[in-house]
């Protein structure tokens, strides 16, 4: 079921020979049964070599919740994959963080690729999701279909992302059939900016909600992997989850979805105005850069740098 784990069946005692096939299959993957089933599995999935679409979904089922996160370059998504994310999301929220636009329609498909390729060359572990740009897919399923593989063949990426639902969905279906794993994402689509005129909480009305409620369920039985769900109240959210069998990751959307993903600058605070209440803040790099900065501007200028003496922090 799972091939990047180890085969050996350890079963020690008379109890344990006993156990329903369902735990055993557990016990394939992770032996001590001193443990609650919950860590097991937690433990069992952190040793998986290389996170997939089918570890993915095991973990929904067995209840695990999903990290993700974005990275945009070499070095960030390098430190994301050895930490032990389970996917990292190469978002075209870079055409903010990483390129300074206001929203994230300008940035291109050459852009995105440069970005993708610099995020799989660090990773080991997790699986890799390209957001397509927007106008790479929307209107045209062979353009689409074009967009998603040249992000697979020239970034060497392992499934791609695209906003919306019934709209884009022959879009979808087009590179499903290229055997590309696709990401649904819904509710606040931030290429759609324009439309909504605004970023506070979409699907509070009952006629957006069951367009989301249907959308989430057309995206399953298209194909898709797994569904973004992006600032929906936590009720919908939940409800949303429990009505799929693929993998639902929230963005403000609460608790009750399959896992959580987050843009890195924002975890770490690099960036400051974005203030979001879903938001939580690990970090203050803004300020602990810029420390380390005027520190060293300081030591230039009073020509304590370069000296003898070496400063070694950690
Ligand atoms: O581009 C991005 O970073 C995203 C996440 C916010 C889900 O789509």
């Not at 799972?2 to 020690?12: A, G, N």
């Not at 896992?259 to 209440?277: A, S, Y």
Request: aromatic share 8%; charged share 25%; proline share 4%.
């Amino acid at each position: 079921m799972m091939p990047f784990l180890s085969k050996k069946i350890v079963l020690t005692n008379e109890k344990e020979a006993q156990t329903p096939l369902k735990f055993k299959q557990k016990e394939y993957f992770c032996p001590n049964f001193n443990i609650p089933l919950k860590k097991r599995l937690m433990s069992t999935y952190k040793e998986v070599k290389r996170v997939t679409t089918h570890v993915l979904k095991a973990m929904k089922q067995d209840n695990v919740k999903i990290s993700m996160l974005t990275a945009y370059d070499y070095s960030m998504a390098r430190i994301v994959d050895d930490a032990g994310i389970d996917i990292i999301l190469v978002g075209d929220s870079a055409s903010n963080v990483m390129a300074g636009h206001e929203t994230t329609l300008p940035i291109t498909l050459d852009q995105m690729i440069y970005h993708a390729s610099s995020v799989v060359r660090a990773v080991k572990r997790s699986f890799v999701v390209v957001d397509l740009p927007f106008g790479s897919y929307q209107g045209d399923p062979k353009a689409a279909l074009r967009a998603a593989i040249r992000i697979m063949k020239e970034a060497g990426a392992h499934g791609v992302k695209l906003e919306g639902g019934v709209e884009i969905k022959d879009s979808i279906a087009r590179i499903l059939s290229a055997g590309i794993p696709v990401m649904g994402h819904l509710g606040l689509t931030p290429q759609s900016i324009y439309k909504f005129g605004t970023y506070v909480v979409r699907a509070k009305e009952q006629e957006e909600a069951d367009q989301l409620r249907k959308d989430a369920k057309l995206l399953e039985k298209l194909g898709c992997f797994g569904i973004v769900i992006e600032k929906i109240p936590a009720s919908l959210g939940e409800e949303v989850t429990k009505s799929v069998n693929i993998p639902v990751i929230g963005i403000g959307a609460g608790g009750g979805v399959d896992g959580q993903v987050l843009v890195i600058h924002d975890l770490l605070g690099i960036t400051k105005e974005f203030q979001p209440r879903f938001l939580r803040r690990y970090l203050d790099l803004y300020e602990d850069i810029k420390g380390a900065v005027q520190n060293y501007i300081e030591d230039v200028k009073s020509q304590d740098f370069p000296n003898k003496a070496v400063l070694r922090i950690g």
